[in-house]
């Protein structure tokens, strides 16, 4: 998460996708600066990918929708 040093700010959550197999939100986290810059909070959730899973989507789904639930309960927390 990268919080902009603005009060209210909206908040940009970054699913990231592709093939799902080896990416993971670190890989993402160059866009933030330009979104930060101009006062949005970005977050970029990190969750297991296909190969992890074995081809199971199931718990990469459950992981992203809880990150964003985390998000909603503690958005008022960035500012």
């Known amino acids: 998460m990268t919080a902009a040093n603005q009060t209210g700010a909206p908040v940009h959550i ?6 799902w ?3 993971s939100a670190a890989q993402w ?4 600066v330009m979104l930060v810059a101009n006062g949005v909070h970005y977050v970029a ?3 297991i990918n ?8 199931l718990p ?18 960035f500012g």
């Open 14 to 19: 970054f699913i990231h996708g592709g093939a």
């Open 21 to 23: 197999a080896g990416s």
């Open 29 to 32: 986290g160059y866009m933030a």
């Open 45 to 47: 959730p990190d969750f």
């Open 50 to 57: 296909a190969i992890q899973s074995k081809g199971n989507l």
């Open 60 to 77: 990469m789904a459950e992981q992203v929708k809880k990150s964003i639930a985390w998000v909603y309960k503690n958005a008022a927390s």
